[in-house]
């Protein structure tokens, strides 16, 4: 019995797995504006002793742009550009979402990090054993 069904396209795999990464964060930031406390120091402009700038926002912003350009990317890109921009993407982000877990969270953060951390290995790894495909 199949549980999984794959058609091999490593693009399709890779652009899909961006889109649940970029799922998993936007909830978990609407999440944790669910909470009293974190909603209060969002709407005062201070959070964990971070002052909410536009400057900050501009920032964060380039940062959530990588894995949402990634879905388009990871389908559109020639094999080798797209094989080292996933590995280096996928570096890149799960390196962010780790750090940030060390400087602690919530619950459900510590649940969608774990989610995240664990798609972002998984792009890294399918991008590493990722072998061009020749023509027969």
Not at 17 to 37: E, G, M, P
Not at 70 to 85: D, G, W
Not at 114 to 129: K, N, R, S
Request: charged share 15%.
């Amino acid at each position: 019995m199949k549980v999984f069904e794959w058609d091999g396209n490593r693009k399709n795999l890779l652009s899909l797995l961006w889109i649940y990464l970029t799922v998993n964060y936007i909830y978990c930031d609407v999440f944790t504006l669910h909470l009293s406390k974190y909603l209060e120091a969002f709407l005062s402009g201070t959070v964990g002793g971070m002052e909410i700038t536009e400057e900050f926002l501009l920032i964060f912003a380039g940062i959530m742009q990588i894995p949402m350009i990634m879905i388009v990317l990871s389908r559109t890109l020639k094999f080798k550009v797209n094989k080292y921009l996933n590995i280096v993407t996928g570096i890149i982000t799960t390196s962010i979402q780790a750090f940030t877990v060390t400087m602690g969270g919530t619950p459900h953060y510590m649940f969608f990090s774990f989610f995240e951390i664990c798609t972002g290995l998984l792009i890294i790894y399918l991008a590493v054993t990722w072998k061009e495909e020749t023509a027969p």
